[in-house]
């Protein structure tokens, strides 16, 4: 018969997968001989059997449980007070809680104190003289179990009045009000129904949308902790604290957390009593101080990694609850990786991994402009919960949150204090602000864990339903208020930003894990402006460079309209001429910031009618200017409008169509490289599909390039390259291959027709596809690897076969992407091409994906 | 040193490539024992060596060409008469015409008493005394000379008036007047010029459009034959003839043709003067009848094929000048290739390969019913040329076919006689009708290769500018007329056409067919009435009844619209349910055509934006009809419609947004599928591109036809099959494959997508394609093997890999396409299916693929 529970003693060589990640630091702890109050775990597995089983238990977990609770009986020498036993020993009273393989915190259900009930009481009171410690372990539980088994909401429960007996006879008739059943008495029946509901809590939505953003698989389900309570709430002598070994949000080498006395866990996680730093703790008692210290150093060394626990002191005893990886901010990840190098407590390899990359794009949140917070109005100031600089409308719901959000615009979400079904508004808030709660509170750990801009415990300000109040103002939903998360401090209005430089900890850090990287990071980048930055942040090059932005500014345009309206191949080479010089200017800006790397240059991709104008007004405008009529205008504009754009007269298309435009192109790159002394140039042929398309253009760009380049004294050994974007490309990819010298994916487009999925039009039928687990995620944010991987897959080695000294790259917003950037590692592709903005995160990804050591299989 | 010139001595074991179907064919002859005029070959590779060296002569061709010449003296005892020469022989005239690997009947040129100056003219006058047959000869060669080197209108030689001297004098003046340069007087310029001149018709553009529409590769290169003359216009008895084997229009075993005397070849072709039967030779010379009579029997039985031959009767003596297989409708292929197996002449394999599956359906044209004709008034009649019934605009030159024929106009081109330059023309016409020439003239062969309704030697007609007028009709450009291919009358206005019946020929020709075919040929058909067509033509099954069209019909697009507008799923249902009644409707009266045959069934496929009002008129009518504001139905056509529709919400995605579409869809065909007795039923999932929305859609056609099954007492195995039409598809086939029965190809949705090119959009940039060369063919007219095809090949790869027993079939356009049949066949393919009108062609080429033994290499 399969073992589902396993006391702590037993539970040293079982898995977290059985576990769950609580259960199984608990048993390690145990096993180190570290200070836990006894307990034991039921399995993951009884969590799927119970799923399995229509929610109902197996008779054999039952006796199993029914054996471990007699074990902890024996352990603790004290007793559950079923009606049956009539034992007059001291109540046994647990704590039930869930844990899964992977930690999800707050986001499932807790029960403290159960055992409890009259019986109990009274005999607790009896023994320890505290009625308030007994009351309040009672009140409290009578309140969590209502809550997590019976769905009543806590908020039943405020404001009752009364002594002892009556409170306690007042939440009873409230449970009974609302369930029609008498509260449960029975420690057992009440443990078993708060395991099952503890299980049932995996599929609670938050839960599953927790799930979903932290891309944790929906299988597995969660094992349950039951363990002997020790009670925070015992009195002054007593307490709870949260601590981690670091301090989470800068990185220093320093125990940072709270404390409360005279209370249980829950109530520092809940941000409802404001608790005192962790430091104070070493005035109050030095030993446990000293106790807490060196079990946190101890477990770090452990575990090698910093660690987020939790611990109570029951009358001066001191217990560990729990210890795990703690969660950090993005600059604390950095640091603790260095220093534990430095430490020798872990190598590099481990170092590189320890951060995520997604967390690094944070660190280039941009801050605040300094001469504008100046002349900005300071309206309150809380605790710096976790940096950046969020601007937004104020909101005070998470729903309201999500209705504006989807409207596309910038929220602050702004509360007393957040609860785990904030999680979804907090998430597509661009800050976040609590009026409770402190540095260890619900809202602090979870938009760290975002990476998310937070302000907490920011007592100056008063919220209420639809608004917030400082003491000289009022701020109503929708109005602008700006966040600073690094230093606490509200302002009003909008305040401007500017990207933030790397910070010396984030550089040593990149470099580090650069030198464990192999694949080349890239930046697409179409003006100077952009490919400074682009190289600020680290890019190896420029990847893509498009050129059709050049063609849509201002004055520009109106040539390139000229061109389009133009009857004859002559006209339109005169239109194209007076674009000359834009497009020469445009390229030597960019040669110039980027002397020494090379530039993969694009030519003009999108279809025509783009460049035409959509509304009236501008109708008229440019018959003004083109001194045509306007019906002449519609015409035309009707005429190249298209059914299917995307699989329209666009890309090579429309060189092939025009190829005055490839000569002006080829023209412009090639004297801007020489009159910049360039020499790294790449050109790009778009939407190749045959490889006779590619041929024709590439005849052209050599035919005009070499023209130029004999007539110069300068020597320029420029590449030419194709991108991969439609299926049949990646087909014929061998042919292709043949004639140039690298391929680059655009897997944007290479998705949208593999899928035959139009990306315009997919978002409001694709939610349904999520809801019914049909997609799990949206194919143009992670590379699909199955359908277009493997088109990747049998283009790069038809490519690489055909021309060994064929580059490979990807240019789609994929490139930026970790997990897709993982999958590229594995296809053994050269380089990846994203926006300047995810130059760094690619950096480390990059390194990571190479120390995972996930080569091709 | 290459051998570039054969004498037709030398050319027995060389083969058609190098010497051109004609000269092959002379040199067989030759070789033979039949009376040919002697000659000598220039090869095909003697003409690409001409366009590989800028159109100049290699000296070692001249000076081979030299040599032949010199033995065609010896072998004739005949002379060039040229300026150095002195003999006193009598002239060398040759002939010198094109001849290509694929014969190209009138689209090269020919050059005819080639030799002929006024030296050679006035000895020839001086041996044969015959004034008229000099100057006939001496004229027509300037006019050809002039004509085919010099690009000198014919018609410039019109009405010369004269006498001998003075004519050939004007002939001269007029070249000299054109050219600025003297008439060359040298044979041996006359002939390298007249060789230069052939080899350039290669490519002049009639040959290049003919090579296109007949898929003949322009690589290759014309060989040209040069040879002595026998003069056909050497008297009263002397002529010249066409004849073929057999009849080209019904088949029959007879000598067919026509016979001019006193006159030269082209004289017949070009439909100048009308022939007279070639029967009426035999009464005018026997032994010469008996002689074309042996001839032909003889070269049929060696070539074991019906000859097209042309002959020549100098002074009573009989010469063959070409044979070769002769052009024949689609009616007389298969009534020889029917006969020629009961002759034992060849077997069934070769017969069923001897019918172009493409001519199969001219056969299927309709005829006029014969109600209509005694009601329309007959204008004119003249040769039945090429069966069928054309109704149509007339029009008077090709410019003026090509543009109504690009507006959608049906259009009959009427002309005293057609030259090369109207194939393009005749190509886009219903119907062809000239004044003048005879069953062998050009428009007769040509349409019948076509197989294009065609009326010749209208006698009855005077054709004009831009009217042509009978006895007491004048019938101007634009008006309507219906031409009667097979019965050669012509009438006034537009007469109802019916689908004409299989003829008792092409029933057993089929037949044959058949019983060599393995691939299943289905047919597309989604009403009762196309299924009856489909299975008259001869279908084994229906591959694809598409249900869209069920919806689209007048009232039932209302409720179509209600379920649309409906904001619940339970207003859905409710539409949907009224819209239940006529989709069983509809299956019944299908089912109870088909009781033994299977039927596909594609569940709904198109975007919901179809079924709303496009314009103003119609959004006012359903506004009212279904009780909203037209402000409700605006703004929801706006919220459905698409940027890409055919990447867009449709297909699979559709049905998984509204699962509803799928139980009432599967209740209304499980249910008239009981009602009727009919147990064939295939279900079909459009727009699959992951295996979860086919198991998410398979489950509820499941589930709810096996909840309705069990309720009746009739068994039905239905089986469930997808689309293949999404490159994703492809690539996962192998997943998709375990939970189907059978895939059937999309192809048009998978060219679209594989190439990224939208149909709709494609044709303004295509013409470019294929003038630059990019393009060989339109791929959604033939299945593109590379892209396209590659896919295919992987989807069915790993389709049977997963499930051995899945069928695989091709419902898109190609599926009736011979040449993509062809490919089909190779791949492996179960079944195609294609319109009810192209059911025919397509047994029939699935038969010849199987003979050709095109296995998958």
Same mark, same amino acid.
């Given at each position: 018969m399969e073992k589902f529970v396993y006391l702590f003693s037993e539970a040293?060589?079982?898995n977290a997968k059985i576990l769950g990640c609580k259960g199984k630091n608990l048993a390690e702890m145990y096993s180190l001989g570290i200070p836990v109050p006894p307990g034991f775990i039921i399995t993951t597995n009884a969590c799927e059997f119970f799923f399995k089983n229509e929610e109902k238990f197996e008779k054999e977990i039952e006796s199993q449980i029914f054996e471990a609770i007699n074990n902890l009986e024996k352990i603790t020498g004290k007793c559950f007070c079923s009606s049956g036993k009539t034992k007059n020993t001291e109540p046994l009273l647990v704590s039930v809680r869930s844990g899964a393989k992977v930690s999800m915190p707050g986001m499932m259900d807790t029960i403290l104190? &159960?055992?409890?009930?009259d019986k109990a009481a009274e005999r607790l009171l009896d023994i320890t003289g505290k009625r308030e410690f007994v009351q309040d372990s009672y009140l409290r539980f009578i309140q969590m179990f209502s809550d997590v088994?019976?769905?009543?909401?806590?908020?039943?429960?405020?404001?009752i009045l009364g002594n002892f007996k009556e409170k306690i006879k007042k939440y009873k008739d409230i449970y009974k009000n609302k369930t029609g059943k008498d509260f449960c008495e029975e420690p057992f029946e009440q443990l078993f129904e708060a395991i099952k509901a503890i299980f049932r809590s995996w599929n609670n939505p938050r839960a599953k949308i927790y799930r979903k953003t932290n891309n944790i698989?929906?299988?597995?389900g969660t094992a349950v902790t039951v363990q002997a309570m020790v009670f925070g709430?015992?009195?002054?002598?007593s307490g709870t604290g949260v601590a981690f070994s670091?301090?989470?949000?800068?990185?220093?080498?320093e125990i940072f957390g709270e404390y409360l006395s005279n209370?249980?866990?829950e109530d520092i996680v809940a941000g409802i009593r404001t608790p005192v730093h962790i430091k104070d703790l070493k005035n109050q008692s030095f030993s446990i101080w000293n106790k807490l210290k060196k079990t946190s150093e101890f477990l770090e060394f452990y575990f090698k990694d910093m660690q987020d626990m939790e611990f109570t002191i029951e009358n001066g005893k001191f217990y560990m609850l729990q210890t795990r990886k703690g969660k950090r901010s993005a600059e604390a990840a950095i640091k603790i990786a260095l220093d534990m190098v430095s430490e020798k407590l872990i190598d590099e390899e481990e170092a590189v991994k320890?951060?995520?990359?997604?967390?690094?794009?944070s660190l280039l949140h941009p801050d605040f402009e300094k001469k504008e917070i100046e002349k900005s109005r300071l309206i309150a100031k809380g605790l710096p919960a976790a940096p950046g600089a969020a601007v937004g409308r104020v909101v005070f719901d998470t729903e309201k949150a999500l209705e504006w959000a989807s409207q596309g615009q910038d929220v602050i979400l702004v509360k007393n204090e957040t609860s785990p079904e904030d999680i979804e508004g907090m998430q597509i808030s661009k800050g976040i602000l609590t009026s409770c709660g402190g540095m260890t509170s619900h809202a602090a750990v979870i938009a760290r864990g975002m990476g998310k801009c937070c302000v907490v415990g920011c007592g100056d300000i008063k919220v209420l339903k639809d608004h917030f109040e400082t003491n000289s103002n009022k701020v109503l939903e929708g109005d602008y208020i700006s966040v600073e998360g690094s230093t606490g401090k509200v302002y009003l209005g909008k305040i401007k930003k500017n990207h933030s430089k790397f910070s010396e900890n984030l550089n040593k850090f990149l470099k580090l894990a650069d030198s464990k990287r192999k694949i080349l990071v890239l930046a697409n980048a179409d003006r100077a402006s952009d490919v400074k930055k682009a190289l600020d942040y680290g890019?190896?090059?420029?990847?893509l460079c498009r050129t059709e932005h050049m063609f849509f500014e201002s004055e520009r345009i109106n040539f390139m309209r000229e061109m389009i309206i133009a009857p004859t191949k002559s006209e339109r080479e005169a239109a194209l001429e007076k674009l000359l010089k834009f497009q020469i200017n445009d390229f030597k800006e960019i040669f110039k910031e980027i002397p020494n790397k090379s530039v993969v240059i694009r030519l003009l991709d999108p279809?025509?009618?783009?460049? &035409?104008?959509?509304n009236k007004k501008d109708m008229l405008k440019i018959a003004l200017d083109l001194k045509i009529s306007t019906e002449d205008i519609k015409e035309l504009t009707s005429k190249l409008s298209e059914v299917n754009p995307m699989m329209g007269h666009r890309g090579c298309r429309l060189l092939i169509s025009y190829p005055e435009i490839i000569r002006m192109q080829t023209k412009a790159i090639i004297l801007s490289a020489i009159e910049t002394k360039f020499s790294n140039l790449e050109i790009m042929i778009p939407l190749i599909g045959d490889v006779k398309e590619l041929k024709f253009i590439k005849e052209i760009i050599v035919k005009t390039a070499d023209e130029i380049i004999s007539s110069y004294n300068f020597n320029i050994n420029y590449k030419i390259g194709t991108m991969i974007e439609i299926p049949r490309a990646a087909i014929i990819a061998g042919k292709i291959a043949k004639e140039v010298d690298f391929f680059s994916f655009g897997t944007n487009d290479l998705t949208q027709m593999t899928f035959g999925l139009s990306r315009d039009d997919s978002q409001k039928f694709l939610k349904c596809y999520y809801e019914n687990g049909?997609?799990?995620?949206?194919p143009f944010t992670h590379i699909d690897r199955e359908g277009v991987g493997e088109l990747m897959k049998i283009a790069i080695k038809l490519g690489k076969n055909a021309n060994p000294s064929l580059k490979v790259g990807v240019c789609g917003?994929?490139?930026?992407?970790s997990e897709s950037i993982e999958f590229f590692t594995k296809l053994g592709v050269d380089y990846i091409s994203c926006s300047p903005f995810r130059v760094p995160a690619a950096r480390l990804q990059g390194a990571v994906c190479e120390i995972k050591n996930l080569f091709f299989e």
């Open positions: 040293k060589e079982v104190n &159960l055992g409890i009930n088994v019976m769905k009543i909401s806590r908020s039943d429960f405020l404001n698989p929906d299988a597995g709430n015992f009195g002054e002598n670091r301090n989470p949000i800068t990185g220093e080498k209370a249980q866990g320890r951060v995520e990359p997604n967390q690094i794009s890019a190896e090059g420029i990847g279809p025509l009618h783009e460049f &035409l104008p959509k049909i997609y799990n995620s949206d917003e994929h490139g930026g992407d």
